[in-house]
Nanobody, 123 residues
Framework: QVQLVESGGGLVQAGGSLRLSCAAS????????MGWFRQAPGKEREFVAG????????QYADSVKGRFTISRANAKNTVYLQMNSLKPEDTAIYYC????????????????WGRGTQVTVSS
């Protein structure tokens, strides 16, 4: 069974940085798109960033452009989300997700999901 396991969340002050990791198992990682989503209390899950394995394309939500960077290490079946200049509004549970084909920003199109990791940014 495909498993996605996130790590790296925590509590950080505004302006700080965190790097999230998502390790995938039993999965053709190198040929699939990976995405990061987040969900804050009382809000819908939203797309943060995506990485396309085939075309090496990336996509970001406007709210994180210039601050967050998605990358992957195919040899390790791992995707990362480097988050810099964090703001209190970035506080959320961050989820890793995977799908076949290219990047899309719609959560229902992703087949596999991790359980999430909490990111809390204090002001």
């Amino acid at each position: 069974q495909v498993q996605l396991v996130e790590s790296g969340g925590g509590l950080v002050q505004a302006g700080g940085s965190l790097r999230l990791s998502c390790a995938a198992s039993l999965f053709t990682f190198s040929t699939n798109a990976m995405g990061w989503f987040r969900q804050a209390p009382g809000k819908e899950r939203e797309f943060v960033a995506g990485n396309d394995a085939v075309w090496s394309a990336t996509q970001y939500a406007d709210s994180v452009k210039g601050r967050f960077t998605i990358s992957r290490a195919n040899a390790k079946n791992t995707v990362y989300l480097q988050m810099n200049s964090l703001k209190p509004e970035d506080t959320a549970i961050y989820y890793c997700a995977a799908k076949t084909g290219g990047i899309v920003s719609t959560a229902p199109d992703y087949m596999y999901w991790g359980r999430g990791t909490q990111v809390t940014v204090s002001s």
